[in-house]
């Protein structure tokens, strides 16, 4: 099958290897799913088809890091429990309940997909249909091909842990978490996601959304089996506590985060570890009244403690030369299947750490904690031809990420991509954002 050679011609690029420098003039070449030339403009393109990039600036496809596929934003008081939740869990449970899920599914990937991002990680999901919809997607199939899914299948955790009876795995022993994740990996799992603390859904005291829920010889077990397979490991944290268990046990990327420590910063960099921030779910839950989150008063004021606990870690992180990522945690209530440009806004000035640190951490800060920084994250030769066209310079005007001209997954050109939103939750957002 004979690969398409593409030049989009006469860009601006930004350059997330250089403090997002920009530059003028670039012709980028492209030969199947890979950047084979990077050049002033005005060289030979002989034998490229042409794009006309000219005033357009390109920069890496976004890497959301963390994101759950099976829901789309919208509020519900079913993540809270009780029978709406027991209804909800009994049709996904059901023959039509996978059918349900793998359309969901696919469309979230659609939508993250037209929106910017190239590369994407599922941390959780029901009946292993991330992994379903994974592989129909590697084999070029469905309106998302060209996107790179990672994906965890189900999360595990403890009794009463986070996710417990709905997207994770529940284990008690050692030996049973590392059963747990050679099941996954078994059907196809790319890494593990444990759970080792609570989160702002299950809390039930103000000031403890992270309680910790797996023991030091739990978080172990599975990390000791996953490394073992070759496999990575996530985990969802929202205490210094939990960070600290997960540093000393071989967490490899801390999900959410909170303060740590010189020795927790030691064993996390000498194994390449990351902190990956989810701001997008937690601001609105924080800021937005009750009727409209349908929160009760500990999770408003447990949000307001996860805020400030991702902050610390980021900085932490960035104090100790520690990858910094981000992921928009979709599926939560307020976080929709479109909305990393919104995370990219929310980390640079919630967290005060400025536009170019958070493109960075949405393109290579990303593809770093996965692994996959010789793939993508960055424009470079010999990397995956993932990038975003956009009307406006990012570095000046984030906001211009919501709207992508042309979006370039794998080589594969989407343009004028098209995102569904959902008007009641962007207009709430919207107003959100103005008081940033």
């Known amino acids: ?24 003039g670039i012709d980028v070449f492209t030969e199947g799913d890979r950047i084979v030339r990077i050049a002033p403009t005005g060289g030979d393109t002989d034998g490229y088809e042409l794009y006309d990039a000219s005033g357009l600036f390109v920069m890496p496809g976004l890497v959301n890091a963390h994101a759950h596929l099976f829901g789309t934003g919208m509020p519900s008081k079913v993540i809270s429990g009780g029978g709406a939740q027991k209804l909800v869990l009994k049709l996904v449970r059901s023959a039509l309940g996978l059918k349900v899920l793998k359309m969901l599914v696919s469309s979230a990937c659609k939508q993250e997909l037209n929106s910017g991002v ?3 990680r599922g941390l959780g999901d029901f009946r292993f249909s991330d992994i379903l919809v994974r592989d129909r997607i590697r084999k070029g199939r469905g309106a998302a091909a060209g996107l790179d899914l990672v994906v965890s299948g189900p999360a595990i955790t403890a009794p009463g842990g986070h996710g417990d009876g709905t997207f994770a795995l529940t284990a008690s022993k050692p030996e049973e978490f590392a059963a747990l994740v050679e099941q996954n990996v078994s059907n196809g799992a790319d890494l593990i996601k444990i759970c080792i603390t609570g989160g702002v859904t299950d809390s039930k005291k ?12 739990q978080v172990k077990a599975a990390c000791d089996r996953a490394h073992a397979l070759g496999k990575r490991v996530a985990a969802h944290i929202q205490s210094p506590l939990g960070v600290s268990i997960a540093a000393k046990c071989g967490v490899d990327t801390i999900e959410h985060g909170a303060s740590f420590g010189e020795e927790e910063a ?3 960099k000498a194994r390449g570890g990351a902190v990956v921030a989810t701001y997008t779910p937690a601001y609105p839950y924080y800021k937005l009244p009750a009727e409209v989150t349908k929160l009760d008063d500990v999770r408003i004021y447990n949000s307001g403690v996860v805020l400030d606990g991702m902050t610390a ?5 960035y104090a100790h030369g520690i990858t910094v990522a981000m992921g928009t945690d979709a599926s939560c209530p307020f976080s929709t299947q479109y909305g990393m440009w919104r995370e990219v806004i929310y980390f640079a000035k919630l967290g005060g750490f400025g536009t170019k640190a958070a493109l960075k951490a949405a393109t290579l800060g990303g593809a770093t904690a ?6 993508t994250g960055s424009l470079e030769v010999g990397k995956r031809a993932d990038m975003i066209f956009l009307k406006d310079d990012p570095v000046s005007r984030p906001e211009t990420l919501r709207e992508p001209l042309t979006v370039v997954a794998g080589g594969r050109v989407i343009a004028r991509p098209k995102v569904k939103r959902n008007k009641k939750i962007e207009r709430v957002l919207d107003g959100l954002m103005e008081g940033l």
């Open 313 to 317: 870690a980021v900085k932490d992180a």
């Open 1 to 24: 099958m004979r690969e398409e050679k593409r030049v989009f011609l006469n860009c601006t690029m930004v350059d997330v290897t250089a403090d997002c420098a920009l530059r003028h």
């Open 118 to 120: 190239t590369t994407l």
């Open 266 to 268: 030691a064993l996390l």
């Open 370 to 375: 996965l692994g996959l920084q010789d793939e």
């Open 206 to 217: 103000k000031g403890e959304p992270g309680e910790v829920k797996m023991t030091e010889e």
